[in-house]
């Protein structure tokens, strides 16, 4: 197990439309254009905010509580 978690070798992951936006963004300013190192560098700060509780999800494994449409 990993700082954060089990040790995965890869995650799926869904974005709506305004998050690829927001994503694509951040990887042309911060990242030369590189959409995987815009999302690891949000990845990585989340997990570390919510190591922190930061976020409010110390303590709970942070999934969603009701099932998404």
Do not use: Q
Not at 42 to 64: H, S, V, Y
Request: net charge negative; proline share 3%.
């Amino acid at each position: 197990m990993g700082e954060y978690g089990p040790d995965l070798e890869s995650v799926t992951v869904a974005f709506d439309e305004e998050t690829i936006e927001a994503l694509d963004e951040k990887a042309f300013t911060d990242h030369r254009d590189n959409r995987e190192a815009a999302i690891r560098d949000c990845l990585d700060e989340w997990l570390k905010r919510r190591a922190d509780g930061a976020d409010g999800t110390e303590g709970t494994d942070g999934a969603d509580t009701e099932p998404s449409e």
